[in-house]
């Protein structure tokens, strides 16, 4: 499946550009804390940095779920827009790399490459979220709906601009 397969390369790239970029740019904050049982479920795509694991992708979902060990399940999905809907999916693992906050995770499709996902910026009621990596090359905005309100995110994307991200480079998704 092309999700699965292009999340090895991901992966790859977070783990290559990640130290060469972050010497650069001001650390990265994250928020403060993550309850990950209000975090856990679907959370929509609304728009997110390019990158050709997601080409064709239309209607990306993720779907995250506690394991028995007490590592989080990511199920990613999309709808292919060159073969009339056909849903891919990738399966990984994410892991809390940092326990006090559990803001900072790392994500794998395909072990033993991991990627960093730290959560940025989060909505009190847990209705949204921003995840980013250090070195500002990926980024998702992410919403319990398939739809924000625009002007959430608005405010959204400014903040990301002035967390180092190169807001011009947004796609903007394509929920039904």
Partial sequence: MKLAGAAIFVLIAFALQGCACS???KPLE?????????????WYEIARMPFWAENNCAGVT?????KANGDIEVLNRCRDTRKTGKISEARGT??????????????????PFYGAYWIIQLDP??????????????????????????KQLKVIVEKAA??????SRLVYGDQP
């Fill in 23 to 25: 010497a650069r740019l």
């Fill in 30 to 42: 994250t928020v403060k804390t993550v309850d990950l049982n209000r975090y856990i479920g679907t």
């Fill in 62 to 66: 993720a779907t995250y779920s506690i």
């Fill in 94 to 111: 994410a892991k809390v790399v940092d326990a006090v906050t559990n803001s900072k995770l790392k994500v794998t499709f395909f072990w």
């Fill in 125 to 150: 009621s847990y209705q949204w979220a921003v995840v980013g990596e250090p070195g500002r090359k990926y980024l998702w905005i992410l919403s319990r709906t398939p739809q924000m309100d625009s």
């Fill in 162 to 167: 002035s967390q180092g991200y190169d807001t």
